[in-house]
Each structure stands twice: as C-alpha cells, then as structure tokens.
C-alpha cells in the first residue's frame, strides 16, 4: 500500500469482520491494542483485505502500554505477508523507540503511517503544520487527527492538509469530535490519503466516525465528477 490514492480503513480490534468490510473499505486497520490475542489472530487472518496494524500506546489514546512488548507485537506483525503498513505515533518514532519499527516494517516492505492525535483541541494554524511536517519525517505517511470544537477548526485542518500535499507530503488528517464529523468525508478532496471508519458503528474507534457504508459513498460521492454523468 504506497497511499498513492485514498485508502478507507475499516478499524476493528477483530479480524473476523474483515470479510463484512470488504464490500466499502480497501483496507482493516487491524486496532491490535484492542484485540484479545493480536498476534494470534494475524497469524491466523487470510482475508483478501490488507492490514493497517496499530498497537495504540495508552498515552495517545489507545490500550496498549507503552512498552517493549507494545513495539516487539508491532516488528512481529509487519512480518506477516497481509501486512502493508504499521502505524506508529510521532512520540514513538521521535523519542520513544519506534526506530527499530520504522526499519523492521520498511526492511519487509511494509509502508510506515506516523501518527499524532489531540484530543481536546485543534492546535493553531502553525502548529498544524509541524506536526505534519515532522510526521513525514518519519513516515511514508504523515497523520493528524485533531479534536474539532467548530467547523472553523475543520478549515485550519483542510488547510494545513492542503499545504502539506501542495509541498510534496503524504498526509492523512481527520477532525475528531461531532464538528468534526464532515472532515472525514471533505479532507480526501484536500490530499488527506487516508479515512477510518468502524465496520459495526457501535465499535467506533474514535469520536464522530461515520459508518464504513456511509463513509465510502459519502467519499465516493464528493469525488466523483459530474460532468461524467
Ligand atoms: O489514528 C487513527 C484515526 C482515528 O483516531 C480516527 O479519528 O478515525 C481512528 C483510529 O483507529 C486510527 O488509528
């Protein structure tokens, strides 16, 4: 997965629902700190869908504690022939051992997504922008995903994201957070490469997901040119 085009991740801590997410999604994102027995379940997941793995470390949202283990289940699963790119945060990659993921995944041909969340705010236009400059870094994708209080903080996200792209960057951006919700079906317009959506809503995997049904043809349809009609 090179992230050349939009990739829409079905995020599930259960590979068992890849099958019911390959109608609308090109992709699991495969939420190991969330699954029972990870490494079990990849090894054992011969679906048609490549994986997004992620093993969300507690300080950034997820349920994984940040430690060796966390990292190690990362190095084993970027081995798996299904897997096609690891998420790592930027904390990870910038300070916090994630090198050794970073060359472990690329040495097996695997894309590297380097993440940064806020869950309580959209930083300043400034910041926007170095976050996602120092997620490309480290990454083959750069992510940012921010918490929306209004829609004007979905623009300053749409244009960083834009700036970004303009400058030569693969990024993916979303606004958490109900004024947020738009933002995951505009920022694609914007460059941002790649969407989340839960495959059973009830498991959404962070604030304001749209469904993976309604994500895609909400995608689907903004893109989509009319004068083809
Ligand atoms: O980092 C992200 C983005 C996300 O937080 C979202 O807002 O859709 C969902 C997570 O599963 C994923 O790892």
Do not use: W
Request: aromatic share 4%; glycine share 8%.
């Amino acid at each position: 997965m090179d992230f050349e085009s939009f990739v829409l991740a079905a995020a599930t801590a259960d590979l068992g629902d890849a099958p019911a997410a390959r109608e609308h999604a090109d992709a699991v994102e495969f939420r190991m700190d969330l699954a029972r027995d990870p490494l079990a379940a990849l090894a054992n997941y011969d679906g048609a869908l490549p994986l997004i793995v992620t093993n969300r470390a507690d300080f950034e949202g997820g349920e994984a504690e940040d430690d060796d283990a966390r990292l190690d289940a990362l190095c084993t699963a970027v081995e798996h022939s299904s897997v096609e790119a690891v998420d790592v945060e930027l904390t990870t990659a910038s300070e916090g051992g994630g090198e050794r993921v970073i060359d472990h995944a690329h040495a097996n041909g695997v894309s590297v997504i380097v993440s940064t969340h806020d869950f309580a705010k959209t930083p300043e236009p400034p910041k926007l922008r170095q976050l996602l400059d120092r997620a490309c870094e480290y990454g083959d994708v750069g992510k940012l995903a921010v918490t929306a209080r209004s829609t004007d903080d979905v623009l300053e996200l749409l244009a960083a994201t834009r700036a970004s792209v303009a400058g030569g960057d693969r990024v993916a951006t979303m606004a958490m957070g109900e004024p947020g919700r738009h933002s995951r079906a505009v920022a694609p317009l914007y460059g941002s490469r790649i969407g989340y959506a839960p495959v059973d809503p009830a498991e959404a995997t962070a604030p304001g997901q749209y469904d993976l049904a309604t994500l895609r043809r909400l995608v689907t349809e903004l893109q989509s040119d009319p004068t083809e009609d």
